[in-house]
């Protein structure tokens, strides 16, 4: 047995060469990377069913092997050929940070583990509240996404808005229930959130929307008022800055005017959108985010970072402190040197962290961040692109207008009766998933199914959006005629 699990130099180093190949070949062909490969789960699954490995391996084999049953298996995330959900194909720096950060393995939860990897991360919380036009004095925690995003800025809300009732101690016990709003098109982490906080989705008001599925605001205040009267506690309202379905963006001023009215704590779920405010051209319809007393932000999305890395924002260090401080014994700073120092992990849940901040550091300076807006831009011009296509097309059909970078359509052949319509877009997700060449995924429009194209990936190009088009139509005409 050796005395330690390194290899020698000569030997990390052809492991090393031999990853970088395998990363050159990602990117070789990118342009033309499939969607999806059709492989039956039980053969996924029997690739690797064995047992505990007790013996090790030839780590170039293993990596021969993981080439060929990972990599060249993948989903194609990276490449111009995904339109599902919001996969933004992250981006070659911060892959390279991800290594780097896992080479020196710091603890990114008390300063002096990781003194550098926290000035970072509180740099790039500036850097963040300066993009999106939040107040300076931000305080704010790197997350995994924009559900985590969420679940913090709503545990501070419940938090700080029930200190009075001293919840950190007492729980929620013989409390008034708490009520939160949002409206219908709002994304299912909200629902996780409050029911991971005990405030249970049944007190989660769920507003309708108008044409623009932007909430309604009549229907949110007379909410409100009546859960007074019925002896709720109205606490929180939580705005979308860019919905998952359509990218709808609330009337966040409107929003914020409510929350003070009512004295209720504002949240605003930008994990979709939140990013693309930064942009000089788009400012006016985020208007009103600035007031949020917490946002949630999501880096693998519109920042085109790898997994996993969202951020919550709040208004300052404080409401983050009074939430997750817990006095331990073993963390105590009373003995270190100085005492000028962050300590994150005073700041949030997590004890151990990794230093997720420092892709995003890395990747805006080696892009500079008017690269990666010149990137938010060409994924909306892309957006408007394949709406005008599907708007002129005879075969398809534009089902939501959006400021962002989602298009919901569908697609109606040219002679297709309305329930043919409905059958065959149905049909076309497993269809498309089989065929493999584009990957895209559905969604219903106030109970209508929609095939549904997210466009934030910055390999993408006009002709990749034709490509999209011209597939489904292909696979559709299949279908029909089976
Ligand atoms: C508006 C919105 N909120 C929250 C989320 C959840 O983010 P994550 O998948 O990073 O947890 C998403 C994901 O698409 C989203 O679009």
């Known amino acids: 047995m050796k005395n330690s699990l390194d290899y020698s130099p000569q030997e990390l180093q052809g492991i090393l060469q031999k990853t970088t190949d395998l990363v050159m070949q990602q990117y070789a062909n990118i342009d033309r990377q499939d969607g999806f490969h059709d492989y039956p789960q039980a053969e ?6 064995e047992p505990l490995p007790t013996e090790g391996c030839d780590a170039i084999a293993l990596l021969d092997y993981v080439k060929q049953r990972v990599l060249d298996t993948a989903t194609g995330n990276l490449g111009p050929n995904m339109y599902a959900y919001v996969m933004a194909g992250g981006n070659q720096i911060s892959s390279i940070a991800d290594f780097l950060t896992s080479t020196i393995n710091q603890n990114a939860t008390k300063w002096h583990l990781g003194p550098a990897m926290t000035e970072i991360e509180k740099r790039v ?21 924009g559900s985590t995003a969420t679940l913090t800025g709503l545990t501070v809300a419940r938090n700080v808005f029930c200190r009075k009732f001293n919840v950190n101690q007492q729980g929620l016990f013989g409390m008034k229930p708490l009520t939160v709003y949002c409206s219908s098109e709002t994304h299912s982490s909200t629902d996780k959130s409050i029911s991971l906080l005990g405030i249970g989705t049944k007190q989660l008001r769920r507003i309708a929307t108008d044409e623009q599925f932007k909430i309604d605001l009549q229907q949110l205040r007379e909410q409100i008022e009546a859960d007074l009267a019925a002896g709720f506690m109205p606490f929180c309202i939580v705005g979308n800055a860019g919905t998952v379905n359509t990218g709808a963006i609330d009337d966040l001023a409107a929003l914020a005017d409510i929350a003070k009215q009512f004295d209720m704590w504002f ?16 400012k006016a319809k985020y208007a009103g985010m600035e007031l949020a007393d917490s946002i949630a932000l999501d880096f693998h999305k519109w920042l ?32 270190e040197s100085k005492t000028d120092r962050l300590e994150f992990n005073e700041h949030y849940f997590q004890l151990s962290r990794s230093a997720k901040a420092f892709k995003v550091w890395m990747s805006l300076k080696a892009y500079g961040f008017k690269q990666i807006q010149a990137m938010m831009k060409k994924d909306l011009e892309l957006t408007r692109y394949l709406e005008k296509k599907i708007a002129s097309a005879p075969d398809f059909e534009l089902m939501s207008q959006s400021d962002l970078a989602i298009a919901c359509f569908r697609y109606t052949g040219e002679l297709l009766s309305a329930e043919q319509v409905v059958n065959i877009n149905q049909a076309l997700i497993p269809a498309l998933e089989k065929d493999g060449r584009v990957f895209i995924t559905g969604t219903r429009l106030r109970g209508e199914f929609v095939l549904r194209a997210c466009i934030i990936n910055h390999r993408k190009t006009t002709d990749s959006i034709d490509y999209l088009l011209d597939v489904i139509r292909d696979v559709a005409q299949k279908i029909s005629m089976e």
């Open 125 to 145: 919380i500036k850097w963040t509240a300066d993009m999106i036009n939040y107040t300076p004095e931000a305080g704010g925690v790197m997350v995994s996404g």
């Open 304 to 335: 085109y970072q790898p997994f996993e890395i969202g951020c919550t924002l709040v208004r300052n260090w404080d409401v983050l402190r009074e939430s997750y401080f817990k006095q331990a014994d073993y963390l105590d700073t009373a003995l």
């Open 267 to 282: 949240h605003v779920d930008g994990a979709y959108g939140g990013l693309v405010s930064s942009l000089p051209e788009l």
């Open 44 to 49: 996924v699954a029997s690739w690797f069913d």
